[in-house]
Each structure stands twice: as structure tokens, then as C-alpha cells.
């Protein structure tokens, strides 16, 4: 079935800094990938779409130059916290889709800034 | 977005025992829906999908109903086992994927 890799699966890094996460489809080719956010104890919610080669789609009161998103290809999205802050901790996931119907989720990645 | 809500944020549940989880959502253009598990630290996983010409699917121990007349969706899990306990997400698709706040199954032993 339909993989999605996520790397790294967690990262702490001091305030100030950016972090750059990964999401690489391994055995099909993702139109769209989404990024989500989840804090202890609640849902996911959803930060951006991206479409392969054009600008991601951010949902309202996502900081787009906060949380910078390249999907420059057909199986890799990135998206990268800029001067992550500690409010910025939480775990990010990512999804991919060919469009044809079916998400495929990657195992996350628990960003805790210190 | 999208107006998911779920009836019962946590449930619980004895070992062996059936579970129901229910799920409201709001877009009547909804055509095809996801549940999804998430067990704690990671991501969710698929676990059955429904087209909306369909009002039932079965899985293994799982069957999805859907009744798009009161746009509700229920997940029935058969003999409930520990493994089970999780995170319950279901996502009604419109052109993306928006949670709600999930119903949490505690199985008890």
C-alpha cells in the first residue's frame, strides 16, 4: 500500500532557529500533500495544502512565512518553522494524496523548542 | 471549514464487548469518508473508508455506517480488544481533510 515517510520523527532545537521536516511519498507519486499540527490532547488541524510546483495553500491565521512549505516534487514536501519559539512545540503531520481518493499519513514529527 | 463533531469524546469500553463511535459532519457534498485511528505518538491510520452511494461497509471487525439523510457516521468495532484502544478520527472529504476532535476508546480489561 501507499507510504509516507516523515523525517526526522522528532527534533528539539533551541529557540530562534529554524527546523526543516520532510514528507516523501515511497511508492506513488503525491499531487497534494497537506501538513497538520496537533497539540496534547486534541485533533489535528490542518495548516496548509501543497500542490506539487506551485505555492501552498495556507488555512486562516497559519503564519505562511513562519512555516515555509516546498513541495518541489511529485514525492517530497518540506516544511520548515522558521525561528521556531517554544509555542511552536507540538507534533506536525503530514498527509499525501494522489487525488484519486485516499490520504496516507506519515508517523509525525514531535518538535520540542527549548 | 469543515463541521465535524463527534457525540462522545471518550469512550470506554470492556474487553470483548462491541464499540459504536459516532461522528457528525456538516457539508452535504461530502462523498467519501475516512475513519482513522491514532494511537499516541504517532500518525493515523486508515482503517475503513465509505463512498456516499453506499450506507454500510464492512471490514474486518469494523463496519462503517453512513446515513447521509441526518449526515451522521458511526464506526461499529467488534469484540473490542486493548489494541484498539486509540484515537478515533472520522474525515469527511470535501477537497481536503478536516478533523474533528476525535473520540478517545478506552478498553478496559
Known amino acids: 500500500g501507499a507510504v509516507v515517510s516523515q523525517h526526522p520523527s522528532w527534533v528539539i532545537c533551541k529557540s530562534g532557529t529554524s527546523v526543516k521536516i520532510e514528507c516523501r511519498s515511497l511508492?506513488?507519486?503525491?499531487?497534494?500533500m497537506f501538513w497538520y499540527r496537533q497539540f496534547p490532547k486534541q485533533s489535528l488541524m490542518l495548516m496548509a495544502t501543497?500542490?506539487?510546483?506551485?505555492?501552498?495553500?495556507?488555512e486562516q491565521g497559519v503564519e505562511k512565512d513562519k512555516f515555509l512549505i516546498n513541495h518541489a516534487s511529485l514525492t517530497l514536501s518540506t516544511l520548515t518553522v522558521t525561528s521556531a519559539h517554544p509555542e511552536d512545540s507540538s507534533f506536525y503531520i503530514c498527509?499525501?494524496?494522489?487525488?484519486?481518493?485516499?490520504?496516507?499519513f506519515g508517523s509525525g514529527t514531535r518538535l520540542t523548542v527549548v | 471549514g469543515e463541521s465535524v463533531g463527534l457525540h462522545l469524546p471518550t469512550l470506554s469500553v470492556q474487553e470483548g464487548d462491541n464499540s459504536i463511535i459516532n461522528c457528525a459532519y456538516s457539508n452535504s457534498a461530502s462523498d467519501y469518508f475516512i475513519w482513522y485511528k491514532q494511537e499516541s505518538g504517532k500518525g493515523p491510520q486508515f482503517i475503513i473508508d465509505i463512498r456516499s452511494n453506499m450506507d454500510k461497509r464492512q471490514g474486518q471487525r469494523v463496519t462503517v455506517l453512513l446515513n447521509k439523510t441526518v449526515k451522521h457516521l458511526s464506526l461499529q468495532i467488534a469484540a473490542t480488544q486493548p489494541g484498539d484502544s486509540a484515537v478515533y478520527f472520522c474525515a469527511p472529504q470535501s477537497n481536503k481533510f478536516y478533523f474533528g476532535s476525535g473520540t478517545k476508546l478506552n478498553v478496559k480489561p
Open positions: 511508492d506513488f507519486q503525491a499531487t497534494t
Open positions: 501543497s500542490n506539487e510546483g506551485s505555492k501552498a495553500t495556507y
Open positions: 498527509s499525501a494524496t494522489t487525488g484519486n481518493y485516499g490520504y496516507t
